[in-house]
Nanobody, 117 residues
């Protein structure tokens, strides 16, 4: 499984960015997919993700991004996007795309998002 993330950059507080992740080497439509981030000196945390299960798929967001970020996926294109609006300086981090295929976690290289105040 290979993941290629793009869309990071520098933006002023209140601005928007859209991250995109393209996957290859996986069925994808049956996988849990999502975005995580890691700020300097901090652990990697979940930002938003699709989780699948017997009951169907659900979307989870970190409390800190609810109402500002929206995750979407296109199973045909094998992509997962993260629309980030009303960005804050505390959103500054390296953002990682993640795919869990039921047995293993796969990570992209990460894309840096910097929000200036």
């Amino acid at each position: 499984v290979q993941l290629q993330a793009s869309g990071g950059g520098l933006v002023e507080a209140g601005g928007s960015l859209r991250l995109s992740c393209a996957a290859s080497g996986t069925i994808f439509s049956f996988n849990d997919v999502g975005w995580y981030r890691q700020a300097p000196g901090k652990q990697r945390d979940m930002v938003a993700r699709f989780s699948s299960g017997g009951w169907g798929s659900r979307i989870d967001y970190a409390d800190s991004v609810k109402g500002r970020f929206t995750i979407s996926r296109d199973n045909a294109k094998k992509t997962v996007d993260l629309q980030m609006n009303s960005l804050k300086p505390e959103d500054t981090a390296v953002y990682y795309c993640n795919v869990f295929d039921g047995s293993m976690d796969y990570w992209g290289k990460g894309t840096l998002v910097t929000v200036s105040s």
